[in-house]
Nanobody, 127 residues
Framework: QVQLVESGGGLVQTGGSLRLSCTTSRVAPGLTYSRYRLGWFRQAPGKEREFVAAISRSGNSTPYSDSTKGRFTISRDNAKKTIYLQMNSLTPEDTAVYYC????????????????WGQGTQVTVSS
C-alpha cells in the first residue's frame, strides 16, 4: 500500500499564495518512490473531484488544468518522497479540498488513472 499525506492548506486572501506538500510515507514493497506518477486534484462542495496538475516520474512532463495553468506549479523531490503544489494568484474559485494521488502505471488527468489517494487538505480563499 502507498500512504500519502497532504499538508500546507489553510485560509488565504484573494491574490495570495500557498504551497501544498504531499509526502509518501510508504510505497509498495520492492518499488521506489520514483516509479510513481503523481497528481493533484481538488473537490469543492457539491462538485466533482477535478484534475489540477500531474507530474511524471522524471518530472519532465507536468500537465495542468486550464484553470490553474500559469498560476500553479507542481514539482517533486524524489529524495524526500514529496511533491509540491505552489499556488499563486489564488481566487475564491480555488477553494476546495486538495488531494494528492499516485499511480504506478498510468499517467494522465483522469482521477480513474490513480490508484492511491491522500486524505486531503482544505484550501479556502476569501474574497
Amino acid at each position: 500500500q502507498v500512504q500519502l499525506v497532504e499538508s500546507g492548506g489553510g485560509l488565504v486572501q484573494t491574490g495570495g499564495s500557498l504551497r501544498l506538500s504531499c509526502t509518501t510515507s510508504r510505497v509498495a514493497p520492492g518499488l521506489t518512490y520514483s516509479r510513481y506518477r503523481l497528481g493533484w486534484f481538488r473537490q469543492a462542495p457539491g462538485k466533482e473531484r477535478e484534475f489540477v496538475a500531474a507530474i511524471s516520474r522524471s518530472g519532465n512532463s507536468t500537465p495542468y488544468s486550464d484553470s490553474t495553468k500559469g498560476r500553479f506549479t507542481i514539482s517533486r523531490d524524489n529524495a524526500k518522497k514529496t511533491i509540491y503544489l505552489q499556488m499563486n494568484s489564488l481566487t475564491p474559485e480555488d477553494t476546495a479540498v486538495y488531494y494528492c494521488a499516485a499511480s504506478l502505471i498510468s499517467f494522465g488527468i483522469s482521477k480513474n488513472q490513480y490508484d492511491y489517494w491522500g486524505q486531503g487538505t482544505q484550501v479556502t480563499v476569501s474574497s
